[in-house]
T-cell receptor, first 111, second 114 residues
């Protein structure tokens, strides 16, 4: 079956660092995406990992371990505008290139 | 920057009515998708479309649903007889398929069935 797990909710303080974890068990794997979604809006692309290791992009970094079926999104220097849901999605290039989504982690950044 | 557009932004309809949700994917993209997100729940895959035909559909995508690409630009999702449980945000996405890896999402259509 297909299973993607993320914590439901997290809370952090402005200026801090937060790590959002994602574990997956899927029948195919060609990469893992992180998307950000503000309430009532479409998901917007944050990062894509296909090889093991850390990808850094400004305040956001994403890590992947394929052998462990594990990824995390690291957000540094948190800002109030980072309050959103963070969605982990596995990409299966052989499966009509569709994304399989986790439930998302709702992050609240407090002053 | 090219973007996916969707119309309308909000559609209210009565149970049993037909609705058509419209999307204009990015022009040189080859793969098109519809996703659904019920309020407070996760994004769910509905259907993928490639080479003018459905390439995969989920269990949600039953006989009440259909997709079309009537011309070179539009991609539509039709729900023949809407049910209360069809109320959700519907997102269209497109993917180049020839390069890159990102699926680009439209802003969504909020469908409310009363």
């Amino acid at each position: 079956g297909q299973n993607i797990d993320q914590p439901t909710e997290m809370t952090a303080t402005e200026g801090a660092i937060v790590q959002i974890n994602c574990t997956y068990q899927t029948s195919g794997f060609n990469g893992l995406f992180w998307y950000q979604q503000h309430a009532g809006e479409a998901p917007t692309f944050l990062s894509y990992n296909v090889l093991d290791g850390l990808e850094e992009k400004g305040r956001f970094s994403s890590f992947l371990s394929r052998s462990k079926g594990y990824s995390y999104l690291l957000l540094k220097e948190l800002q109030m505008k980072d309050s959103a849901s963070y969605l982990c999605a596995v990409f299966n290039a052989g499966n009509n290139r569709k994304l399989i989504w986790g439930l998302g982690t709702s992050l609240a950044v407090n002053p | 920057e090219p973007e996916v557009t969707q119309t309308p932004s909000h559609q209210v309809t009565q149970m049993g009515q037909e609705v058509i949700l419209r999307c204009v994917p990015i022009s040189n993209h080859l793969y098109f998708y519809w996703y659904r997100q019920i309020l407070g729940q996760k994004v769910e895959f509905l259907v993928s479309f490639y080479n003018n035909e459905i390439s995969e559909k989920s269990e949600i995508f039953d006989d009440q649903f259909s997709v079309e690409r009537p011309d070179g630009s539009n991609f539509t999702l039709k729900i023949r007889s809407t049910k209360l449980e069809d109320s959700a945000m519907y997102f269209c996405a497109s993917f180049a398929g020839t390069s890159g890896y990102e699926q680009y999402f439209g802003p969504g259509t909020r469908l409310t069935v009363t």
